[in-house]
């Protein structure tokens, strides 16, 4: 079994003590990170299968999870860049009622390495915690809302609205896997990424 194989099983069967090790051994042995990473995110598409077919709960998903983060760990160091001109501050969150946070932390990690430097606020913020984090820091230029539950995307549009209410001029960049280029035009966001890595260009083109 390739090394990056053996990364894809250890995370859908959520052995997190052993996952940070096979990906280094995996980065050791010259894979990708961003191949070591589209494994891992295959591995919770398979996780959110098998939940949906009723074959695994929640707990084996918050353990898949938690294997996945250790990897993510390994990897930081590797994929983000060394940037020395800021761009200015984003604000970023998973919206209230939302416990998602793998793909949140990948945005944050992409979007920092475009030069940006995170306020990162976690999981299940409500919308005027957004506000209240822009006055508290300094040079925020970009607010970033993942949501990943069609039962959070109204959190979505409320988090946005309260933002442009308060803060008219400033940029919101909203995104997570039920949301769409649709929804965020229809909700009033400023930009919208399907990924991670599109994040950080929405995020740079947003603020140019
Ligand atoms: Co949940 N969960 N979960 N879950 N979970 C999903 C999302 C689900 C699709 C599983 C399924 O049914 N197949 C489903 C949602 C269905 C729906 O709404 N359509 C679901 C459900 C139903 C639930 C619960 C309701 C289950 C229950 O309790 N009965 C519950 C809700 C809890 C809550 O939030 N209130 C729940 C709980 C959990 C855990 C806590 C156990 C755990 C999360 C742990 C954690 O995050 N620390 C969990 C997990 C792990 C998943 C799956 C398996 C994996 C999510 C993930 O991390 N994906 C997920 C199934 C799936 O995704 N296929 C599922 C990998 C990650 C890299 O992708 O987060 O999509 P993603 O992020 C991507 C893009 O979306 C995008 O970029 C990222 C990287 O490329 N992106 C942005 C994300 N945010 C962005 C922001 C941007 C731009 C792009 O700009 C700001």
């Known amino acids: 079994m390739s090394k990056i194989a053996e990364v ?20 050791d042995a010259g894979e990708k990170a961003q191949d070591i990473l589209d494994a891992m995110i295959a591995s919770m598409g398979v996780v959110g299968d098998k939940f949906s077919s009723g074959e695994i709960f929640v707990p084996e998903m918050l353990i898949a999870a938690k294997a ?5 760990e390994v990897l930081k160091p ?5 940037v020395s001109n800021s761009l200015g501050t984003c604000i ?15 945005v944050t990690m992409m979007i920092e390495s ?19 984090a822009v006055k508290e820091n300094d040079n925020v230029v970009l607010v970033a809302c993942s949501g ?3 039962t959070t995307m109204p959190a979505l549009k409320e988090a946005v609205q309260t933002v442009k209410a ?3 001029d400033m940029k919101v960049l909203v995104g997570g896997a039920p949301v769409t280029q649709a929804y965020a035009d229809e909700i009033g966001a400023d930009g919208y990424a399907s990924d991670a890595g599109s994040a950080a260009v929405k995020a740079k083109e947003l603020v140019a």
């Open 166 to 168: 308060a803060l008219p």
């Open 92 to 106: 970023i969150g998973t919206v209230a009622g939302d416990l998602h946070d793998i793909g949140k932390n990948l």
């Open 78 to 82: 590797v994929m983000s860049g060394d």
């Open 68 to 72: 996945m983060s250790k990897g993510v």
């Open 8 to 27: 894809k099983v250890l995370v859908e069967t959520g052995k997190s003590k052993k996952v940070a090790a096979a990906v280094q051994e995996a980065l």
């Open 148 to 150: 990943l539950l069609t």
């Open 114 to 132: 475009a030069g940006f430097d995170m306020v990162d606020l976690g999981v299940d913020v409500p919308a005027v915690r957004f506000v209240e």
